[in-house]
Structure formats: C-alpha cells, structure tokens
C-alpha cells in the first residue's frame, strides 16, 4: 500500500538535480496519502539537496508526517517553497514547524491554509518568527487564532524584519484579536500583503485598518469584506 510514496521518494534520490516536486492532491492516487510514510519522504529531502519547491496539499500527512518532514528540514539549504494546506495538522505538527523555522534559513513561503491547528499551534508560529529572518510569505488561512494567537502574531509582527505576506483568510478572531494586528501594524516596516477576508469586522476596526493602510510605509494592501459586522 506504501509502494506509491516510496517509488516517488525513490525516484527523487535517484535524481537529485530535481528542482521542484508537485504531487498535491494525489492522496487517492497513493492510496494513504502520506500517512505514515513522511519518513520516506524526508529520507528523500536529506538527499535532495537542491529541491526548491515542495507541494504536498491535500495529501493526508497529518502530525506524524509532517514531524518528520520538519525534522528533515532543519538544516535544508534550498528548499524555498512548502505547501501543506488541508493536511490534517494539529497544534503538535504546527509545533514541529515552528521548530523548523528556528532552525532552516532556506524556506521563503510557508502555506499552511485549511488545517485543525488553533490557538497553540498559531502562537508556537509566530514565536519562532520572531527571529526568523527568511520567511516571507505565511498563509494561515482558516486557522483558530483566537484572540490569543492574534496577540501572538501581533507581538511576531513587531519584532520580524522579513515577512511580507500574511495570510489570514477566514480565521476564528474576535475585534480584540484584530485591533491587536493593526497597533502591531504601526510598527512593522517590512509587511506588504495582509489578508483578513471573510472576517467580519465592526465599522471601527474597518477604519482603523484604512487608517493603517494609509499611514504605513510599506502595507500596499490588506484584503477585508465590504461586509461589517454591526455594533453590539
């Protein structure tokens, strides 16, 4: 049942010269997706030292796979590109790319939209963003940042010189969680992108995004709903 994913793994060893490996939404096609077999696939990466582009979305790697290909990244020199939306991540598996992210220098786009990890998973993100200085692009799309993770990737935004696109489509966040970002906004210099689509904010919270927008040196945009939410 594995022989899908270990003939990809395989094939990659063998040619190490690969710069990019797409196989995402293909979990049918490999029978469990990668679950269960990130080891192969990390095995692959430790060999692969030149992959710059990996797309793994929808493939059922879920927390153990995932930890697994963390793990095989820490010291990647060259992979840019990591696409694992809609891959079953829990708080543990966001955790063990945080960890990634203390450690790999390489890694420009992190795109993690659609998963299970909240408040934890979120909040392990954006402390080890603190001090990265090479990640670029994070989608978090869908997440359940609550409050608490807001104020999390509030304090991240103060503090990191590199991100230049956040993606926080239709996360679970309150109008405390989105006054945190946009005071952290004030302060942030490198930020280009933010997308807070499909979060219904209220008139106030609205205005101060523009106001943020307005007055930031670097913000080109930020994606919001015309809808607002009505006054309580």
């Excluded at 879920?62 to 590109?81: C, F, I, M, R």
Aim: charged residues 25%; proline residues 2%.
């Amino acid at each position: 049942r594995d022989k899908g994913v270990v003939a990809v793994a395989e094939a990659l060893r063998k040619h190490p010269s690969l710069k990019t490996l797409d196989i995402r939404g293909n979990a049918n096609t490999l029978v469990d997706g990668l679950y269960g077999h990130g080891p192969a696939l990390a095995d692959m990466l430790r060999n692969s030292r030149i992959l710059e582009d990996l797309q793994l979305a929808e493939l059922r790697c879920y927390d153990h796979g995932v930890t697994a290909l963390a793990e095989a990244l820490y010291n990647h020199p060259s992979l840019k590109t990591l696409g694992l939306q809609r891959n079953g991540i829990s708080d543990v598996g966001a955790s063990a790319l945080a960890e990634m992210l203390r450690n790999n220098r390489s890694v420009q786009t992190l795109l993690l939209g659609d998963n299970y990890f909240g408040v934890d998973g979120v909040s392990a993100l954006a402390e080890a963003l603190r001090d990265n200085a090479s990640l670029k692009t994070l989608d978090l799309q869908g997440a359940s940042v609550g409050d608490v993770g807001a104020s999390a990737l509030a304090n991240m935004l103060r503090d990191n010189k590199s991100l230049q696109i956040l993606g926080l489509k239709a996360i679970q966040v309150k109008e405390k969680g989105v006054s945190a970002l946009a005071e952290a906004l004030e302060h942030n210099n490198t930020l280009t992108e933010l997308d807070l689509s499909w979060i219904k904010l209220s008139e106030d919270g609205a205005f101060r995004l523009a106001k943020v927008l307005k007055q930031s040196t670097s913000l080109k945009r930020i994606g919001i709903n015309m809808e607002v939410a009505a006054p309580i």
